[in-house]
């Protein structure tokens, strides 16, 4: 049996490979429970256990000590995060057509067009907005607050956009 | 671009893992760049040609 001393040694001594291992337990408990508990309607179970994995998700990760990332992995996401970026893109563009194409047939169809062209929109606002305070390196830039009140602009009025129909 | 990471780390006795740990990146990246299909950032670049005690250009090929 386990007791805390073992566990502390064994968090110390964590290497990425028990850390997988871990944080794969953690996400299968997390999905159970969470599943659950919003069948069940325990809203605050499913926060709580949300809570509580993230922390422990977190505080593994810190106890890590080998070398998780390197230049060549933030490269590749940042390649990555772009080409899902793009396919998500055009992926939503043509379904927000095919549904606004079909809305005489089911109204919510309308709805769910307009929220993937707002969602589309601020996306790509975000991705802007977060692409101009990494080049800049700095939030006090004039394109950075142009870009900042552009998203914030098309937040409100997606939200509006959605809540009117 | 061309390297001769392999050959001097082997010529030194460094294992992949050493190399990486040492400077500071995951041992793919270190396979990565003995085939030569990375191209390392000046950092990088600059500590392994530490690690391999030799200079940025001795161990990098420029191709033009």
């Given at each position: 049996?386990?007791?805390?001393?073992?566990?502390?040694?064994?968090?110390?001594?964590?290497?990425?490979?028990?850390?997988?291992?871990?944080?794969?337990?953690?996400?299968?408990a997390l999905a159970?429970i969470f599943s659950q508990s919003i069948i069940y309607q325990n809203y605050f179970l499913a926060i709580g256990i949300l809570i509580i994995s993230s922390l422990l998700?977190?505080?593994?990760?810190?106890?890590?000590?080998?070398?998780?990332?390197?230049?060549?992995?933030?490269?590749?996401?940042?390649?990555?995060?772009?080409?899902?970026?793009?396919?998500?893109?055009?992926?939503?563009?043509?379904?927000?057509?095919?549904?606004?194409?079909?809305?005489?047939?089911?109204?919510?169809?309308?709805?769910?067009?307009?929220?993937?062209?707002?969602?589309?929109?601020?996306?790509?606002?975000?991705?802007?907005?977060?692409?101009?305070?990494?080049?800049?390196?700095?939030?006090?830039?004039?394109?950075?607050?142009?870009?900042?009140?552009?998203?914030?602009?098309?937040?409100?009025?997606?939200?509006?956009?959605?809540?009117?129909? | 671009?061309?390297?001769?990471?392999?050959?001097?780390?082997?010529?030194?006795?460094?294992?992949?893992?050493?190399?990486?740990?040492?400077?500071?990146?995951?041992?793919?990246?270190?396979?990565?760049?003995?085939?030569?299909?990375?191209?390392?950032?000046?950092?990088?670049?600059?500590?392994?040609?530490?690690?391999?005690?030799?200079?940025?250009?001795?161990?990098?090929?420029?191709?033009?």
């Amino acid at each position: 049996m386990l007791n805390n001393s073992n566990i502390i040694s064994k968090i110390k001594k964590m290497t990425i490979k028990k850390y997988n291992t871990f944080r794969m337990i953690i996400v299968i408990a997390l999905a159970i429970i969470f599943s659950q508990s919003i069948i069940y309607q325990n809203y605050f179970l499913a926060i709580g256990i949300l809570i509580i994995s993230s922390l422990l998700v977190f505080t593994l990760r810190k106890s890590v000590k080998e070398i998780m990332a390197d230049e060549r992995d933030y490269e590749q996401g940042g390649k990555a995060a772009m080409l899902a970026m793009q396919i998500y893109c055009y992926a939503g563009v043509i379904a927000m057509f095919i549904f606004k194409s079909q809305a005489s047939l089911n109204p919510s169809y309308d709805i769910i067009a307009t929220t993937l062209a707002f969602s589309i929109c601020i996306f790509m606002l975000l991705y802007s907005f977060i692409y101009q305070v990494k080049s800049k390196g700095k939030f006090w830039d004039k394109w950075v607050i142009y870009t900042f009140l552009v998203l914030l602009f098309f937040l409100v009025l997606g939200i509006l956009g959605i809540l009117k129909i | 671009m061309k390297n001769r990471i392999k050959e001097l780390r082997t010529k030194l006795n460094i294992t992949q893992d050493e190399l990486a740990k040492s400077v500071e990146a995951r041992r793919e990246t270190i396979v990565f760049l003995e085939q030569g299909k990375y191209n390392p950032s000046l950092n990088l670049a600059h500590k392994v040609a530490k690690k391999l005690k030799v200079k940025i250009d001795d161990l990098f090929i420029f191709e033009e």
